[in-house]
Nanobody
Framework: QVQLVESGGGSVQAGGSLRLSCAAS????????MGWFRQAPGAEREGVAA???????????YYADSVKGRFTISRDRANNTLYLQMNSMQPEDTAIYYC?????????????????????WGQGTQVTVSS
């Protein structure tokens, strides 16, 4: 069982930045996938960014078109922490942001932006962007 705890949410004005963190309780898997999702009021949960960690020196990142060039996903394996750096934020970025993870990924692609890929989920953190 892996527990995921998000932090770093809050309120920011349009054009501002936030960095979300997702701490994993334990994650000793060599290869895995992790992702960030968000859900705005009245909308379905959508994939924002994902990362495939095959266990070698290179990670592979995937982004939704709506955040490309503005958001960056990264991870700190030593601390079992996933990050989402969000820049140039807009009111439409307002949502609850969720971290997700699944061990044993064997490949990466934009399919990592879909919920069905993930086994473990965090409780979410609220992000509000005002105009």
């Amino acid at each position: 069982q892996v527990q995921l705890v998000e932090s770093g949410g809050g309120s920011v004005q349009a054009g501002g930045s936030l960095r979300l963190s997702c701490a994993a309780s334990t994650y000793t898997y060599r290869s895995y996938c992790m992702g960030w999702f968000r859900q705005a009021p009245g909308a379905e949960r959508e994939g924002v960014a994902a990362i495939y960690v095959p266990g070698g020196p290179t990670d592979y990142a995937y982004y939704a078109d709506s955040v490309k060039g503005r958001f960056t996903i990264s991870r700190d394996r030593a601390n079992n922490t996933l990050y989402l750096q969000m820049n140039s934020m807009q009111p439409e970025d307002t949502a609850i942001y969720y971290c997700a993870a699944t061990p044993g990924c064997t490949s990466g692609s934009s399919s990592l932006l879909y919920q069905y890929v993930y086994r473990y989920w965090g409780q979410g953190t609220q992000v509000t962007v005002s105009s």
